[in-house]
């Protein structure tokens, strides 16, 4: 019998897939002035104010994942974390428009994720739960107790739907989790400079909601709503954080006084893929093959990551990037991996347009040996699976230029074919989520730090990359021959050398 739940789930992402000739529901205009405020804060709570000097910052990119004593827990280190990792990295100013850019990208810069801190026992930060506000690099103490609990730090995350959903509609929801994906990377780059080995906890929803204070519905009753998403502990061992409390403080401000729409959907799929995140796992992080690490500094890296809005459409990537990004992708090769230790279930499609000793052409990373046979299976029969690297289990699929067909999928988008190289997510799909419709999110949050790996892979070799929300799902299937669902595609990516524009000025984060 089919669960319901996976049943919805299903329904929903066939329901918000984009066609080449209708795009997902979504609102049919939009009102600029009213989009919803880019941070929440909590009135009537305590606030410490963190710092903001980022340490750390003489550790190379290429060093990044190697072993390092862990620097103690404390408002200074964790400051540092948090400007790394969630907090602003500069404000842009064009005319009369103002925004701020994030350590980690987001779709439509929306940036749906709310983050939160628990700690116990960390000098500097009074015990509770803490909401981390953004724009002032500062704690807000939402909840606390009475008595001390086991030491620990922990990170907790929320999505406010109605961020995406304002300007995107129904497929807002998969965004909100491609960004927690970015999210969850961007932690697992930060926390290794730091020498911290973040791991993710498998605690069922209600008890995440709870522990975050989001499932208190009266403080939530004339404000968007939050849902909780996952905690992830900083430390190694296995404290688990206090999930109850006794007091709380402060009410979280309205971020939209006018909301113009409903799309009761993403609430039906957010409660249909509510479960816990998955448990550790053995997959064997096998050795990564030998790369020359790049000396720029991993904080520099980190601070000046930006989405390319255009790329020059002629610049070659060297090979030697394009194997630096393949390897980081897969087990073992990058930190977020340590975070996400499971079987990969995402497997990137390259359409490869210019990369210097590569033919233009269509490839495959599976990346876990076990995907090899079915996505063969599953895959057009015509597909030659050439074997296109040494080391690295890339596949040529077939030589083309498909530098029109990936414009054309990627919702007619020009960075998907003025970029050296567009990346399509294929994830292991209909199965995962009849085993448990969690799933869902999770393979989006594995789709999101694909993304985010490959963006800073790029960066750091003086790339960039650009994530690509919106594309053409079946028009997708139907060039690489899938026809069911077994595998879907849930994210692209474009990667090649930006166009800046000139015309844009950069300020510091936090004057
Ligand atoms: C899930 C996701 C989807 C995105 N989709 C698109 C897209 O379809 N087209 C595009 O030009 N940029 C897209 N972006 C890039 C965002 O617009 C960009 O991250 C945002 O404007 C913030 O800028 P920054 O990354 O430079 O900080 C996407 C980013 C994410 C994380």
Request: with cysteine; hydrophobic share 45%; glycine share 6%.
């Amino acid at each position: 019998m089919v669960d319901p739940r996976a049943a919805l789930v299903m329904a929903y992402h066939a329901r918000s897939k984009h066609a080449l000739d209708r795009y997902a529901a979504g609102p049919g205009t939009l009102d600029w002035e009213a989009q919803p405020k880019a941070f929440r804060d909590w009135t009537g709570c305590a606030q410490t104010v963190l710092s903001r000097e980022v340490l750390a910052g003489d550790i190379a990119w290429g060093e990044l994942a190697a072993k390092r004593e862990p620097l103690p827990f404390d408002a200074h280190s964790l400051g540092s974390f948090f400007r790394l990792s969630l907090g602003l990295t500069a404000w842009k100013e064009y005319g009369a428009a103002r925004w701020s850019l994030r350590a980690h990208p987001s779709s439509g810069n929306l940036h749906p994720t709310e983050s939160w801190l628990i700690t116990s026992q960390v000098p500097g930060i009074t015990d509770g739960l803490h909401h981390y506000q953004n724009l002032l690099h500062a704690l807000e103490r939402r909840a606390w107790n009475d008595e001390a609990s086991a030491p620990g730090v922990w990170l907790g995350f929320s999505s406010i739907h109605w961020r995406e959903a304002w300007k995107y509609g129904e497929r807002a929801f998969r965004y909100c989790q491609l960004d927690m994906g970015h999210v969850l990377a961007a932690v697992s780059y930060a926390a290794a400079l730091h020498g911290w080995r973040p791991h993710l906890l498998s605690l069922d929803a209600n008890e995440v909601a709870q522990a975050l204070g989001v499932d208190r519905a009266e403080d939530f009753a004339n404000v968007e709503a939050e849902e909780a998403e996952v905690i992830v502990a900083l430390h190694a061992d296995e404290n688990a954080p206090a999930t109850t409390w006794q007091h709380y403080a402060g009410t979280p401000s309205l971020l939209d006084p006018r909301p113009l729409y409903q799309w009761p959907v993403i609430e039906e799929v957010a409660a249909a893929t509510r479960g816990a995140a998955p448990a550790t796992s053995a997959y064997p992080q096998t050795a990564s093959i030998q790369v020359d690490a790049a000396d720029i500094r991993a904080t520099q890296v980190i601070l000046k990551r930006r989405s390319a809005q255009a790329f020059d459409g002629e610049s070659v990537m060297p090979h030697a990037l394009l194997k630096h990004m393949l390897n980081a992708l897969l087990a073992g090769g990058s930190p977020v991996w340590n975070l996400w230790p499971h079987t990969p279930r995402v497997h990137p499609v390259l359409l490869v347009h210019r990369v210097e000793g590569v033919a233009p052409g269509v490839y495959v990373l599976p990346r876990a040996e076990s995907a090899v046979a079915s996505l063969r299976a599953a895959m057009r029969d015509s597909f030659t699976w050439q074997r296109a690297d040494d080391e690295l289990p890339l596949y040529q699929l077939i030589a083309a230029r498909a530098g029109k067909t990936a414009r054309t999928l990627s919702c007619h988008q020009d960075i998907a074919t003025h970029c050296a190289v567009t990346f399509m997510m294929v994830a292991e799909f209909a199965a995962p989520i009849a085993a448990d419709p969690a799933a869902y999110r999770h393979l989006h949050w594995e789709a999101g730090m694909l993304g985010h790996i490959i963006t800073l892979e790029a960066e750091a070799a003086g790339w960039r990359g650009t994530g690509i929300g919106c594309f053409f799902d079946d028009a997708d299937h139907e060039v690489i021959g899938l026809k069911d669902t077994q595998f879907q595609v849930i994210y692209h990516y474009a990667v090649g050398m930006a166009l800046e524009d000139a015309r844009i000025s950069t300020l510091p984060a936090y004057a």
